[in-house]
Every structure is written in structure tokens, then in C-alpha cells.
């Protein structure tokens, strides 16, 4: 089997349609389809599968891209062992996070690194199921997940555990609430909230206090970002669950964060990269220099939460 194919296929598992693999290869829609259709030629059992207008994975299609993956991964091990990836300091290393966790980590992990080696940052917000493919642009891309959420998938992407943080209400400072040191779900049952956008991880968190106290709450506002949500909360136009680590910058000027105390919130905060771009030496000193800020931030809050 060709190599070259075997990548295809995974591009195909990851970004999910024939034409997205193309774009992203500066090749035709009916390249990719030839070449899908030569490793089909070599294997005796389907790897795809159409459903509606879009070219699917098989479960023998998956399982190759999987084994795909392996080999891409000694690929680039064997490579780096004879001395092709002598000096990886001037690799980029390009690394993704959603929006709160890109505010407290990306300064923090450019001093840390000063330079080597070089990144290439963004910002990718997008819902659970979402995160495992974008994988497929970044060496490494920061992701959440609530403990009930499936965990992430480990035939596609290695996962790295940065931070669980503890979810906290997001109070105006003016608010009665904001008087005492911790509350509890009962109190918050009359609120107003603003909460994310369905299919994003934070958006069940609600639905769990919902549960908890025996009746709906009223969402009255759909904000992803939690710097726009912190706004929102300020005015006092309603309150918010926020993380506590990576939104603690955001607690000042009249916002003030509070633990619950009869109900456990806590999101997992992960580093997820596929098997190959951790065989780069750059990317693993990045993905180290990532679990050393994310110790900071997290003993800085349990420091001042301390005091």
C-alpha cells in the first residue's frame, strides 16, 4: 500500500468529505477520488461508504486510517532517528485553543518558550465532537470536555491532561450573591443566565443544575466568549457558570466568581495531537512547555482562592 494513500484516507476521517481533503491538499476533488479509489483497488473489503452526497469511512476505512497513523508515526520516528530532524528549532509549531483557554495560556507559553520553538498560534472555539479533527491543521490543539462527555477518541489523537478547573458562578459585584464566600444551586434557581451555544462542552452544565434543583432555568442570552459573557454579567443583565482558572483574569471590575457548594462542576482542559506530530522533537517541548504554564495558572488560582 502506498503510504501517500494511507495519509488520504486518514484526511478523509478527520475533515470529514472528499472536497474538504482537497482543499486542504491544493488538489481536485476527482485527484482524491482517484487516489481513494487506488488504495481501494489493493484492499478486498469496502473503506467507503456514501451517505447522502458525502464519501464516509467504512469501519474497515477506520481501521485502516488508524493503522495509517502508526505508520506515519514510525515513519517520522525512523526519520528523526538517522539525523533528518537534527536541529527542529526552527520548526513551527502550530497550536490551537478555544477562546479561555488561549487568554490564560498562549502569554504565558510564549515567554515560556522564547522563540524556540517559533509557534503559530490560534483560536478555535468549536463543539465537543469537533475538537479530535482539528488535529488535522495544529500539532496541538487545547481542548474541553465535562466528565460526562465521551472522552476523546484514542485510536486518532494522543491526549495530554493540562488542567481540571472547577466551574464557578459569575456574579455582578453588586449582586446579593456576591456577599457570600460560596453558594448553592437553590439560590440561583430565579436567575437570569447567559450559557453557550448548544453542542458547545459548557452547554449541559445548565441542564445538570436544571436537574439538580427540579426546575428549568432561564437562559436568556447564547455567548460563546467569555470575555463578551463577563460584559453581559457586569451590567447585571444576568449570571454565568465561567472556569475558574481560565477565566480568573476576567473577575475584576465588578465581576466576581463563586463556588458552588452542593454541586460538583469541573471541566477537563486537555492538549490533544495525533501520534506523528509528537514524534517532532519541537512539538514535544511545546506540549511540555504547555503542561508547565498550565501548572502555574492552576497553583496561582489555588494560591489566591488560599489567601
Known amino acids: 500500500m502506498d503510504v501517500a494513500h494511507l495519509r ?34 489493493h484492499v478486498p473489503v469496502p473503506l467507503t461508504t456514501r451517505r447522502g452526497r458525502t464519501l464516509a469511512l467504512t469501519p474497515a476505512g477506520q481501521a485502516l486510517a488508524a493503522a495509517g497513523a502508526r505508520v506515519d508515526e514510525a515513519l517520522v520516528s525512523a526519520r528523526e532517528a538517522v539525523g533528518a530532524f537534527l536541529d527542529t528549532s526552527d520548526r513551527p509549531v502550530r497550536v490551537s485553543a478555544f477562546h479561555s483557554a488561549a487568554l490564560a495560556l ?23 465532537r469537533d475538537f479530535p479533527g482539528l488535529t488535522a491543521d495544529h500539532d496541538i490543539v487545547v481542548a474541553h470536555r465535562l466528565a460526562h462527555d465521551e472522552p476523546w477518541p ?6 495530554v491532561p493540562l488542567l481540571e478547573e472547577p466551574l464557578d458562578i459569575a456574579l455582578p459585584a ?12 437553590t439560590d440561583l434557581v430565579a436567575e437570569r443566565w447567559v450559557s453557550v451555544h448548544p453542542g458547545f462542552p459548557l452547554a449541559g452544565v445548565l441542564d445538570h443544575l436544571a436537574a439538580h434543583v427540579g426546575r428549568p432555568l432561564e437562559v436568556a442570552h447564547r ?17 454565568a457558570v465561567m472556569p475558574r482558572t481560565t477565566t480568573t483574569p476576567l473577575a475584576v471590575d465588578g465581576l466576581v466568581l463563586r463556588p458552588l457548594a452542593d454541586v460538583a462542576l469541573v471541566r477537563h482542559v486537555d492538549a490533544l495531537a495525533r501520534p506523528d506530530a509528537l514524534a517532532y522533537a519541537a512539538v514535544r517541548r511545546v506540549l511540555s512547555a504547555l503542561r508547565t504554564v498550565s501548572a502555574r495558572a492552576s497553583a496561582r488560582v489555588a494560591g489566591a482562592d488560599s489567601d
Open 154 to 159: 484514542v485510536d486518532r489523537v494522543v491526549t
Open 106 to 128: 498562549f502569554g504565558n507559553l510564549l515567554r515560556e518558550l522564547d522563540g524556540t520553538p517559533p509557534l503559530r498560534l490560534a483560536d478555535a472555539d468549536v463543539a465537543h
Open 174 to 185: 453588586e449582586h446579593p450573591l456576591a456577599r457570600r464566600d460560596e453558594l448553592r444551586a
Open 8 to 41: 488520504l484516507l486518514r484526511e478523509l476521517r478527520d475533515r470529514g468529505s472528499v472536497a474538504a481533503v482537497a482543499e486542504s491538499l491544493h488538489v481536485s476533488a476527482s485527484a482524491v477520488s482517484q487516489q481513494l479509489s487506488a488504495l481501494q483497488a
Open 223 to 239: 455567548i460563546n466568549e467569555f470575555s463578551v459573557t463577563a460584559e453581559v454579567v457586569r451590567a447585571g443583565a444576568a449570571i
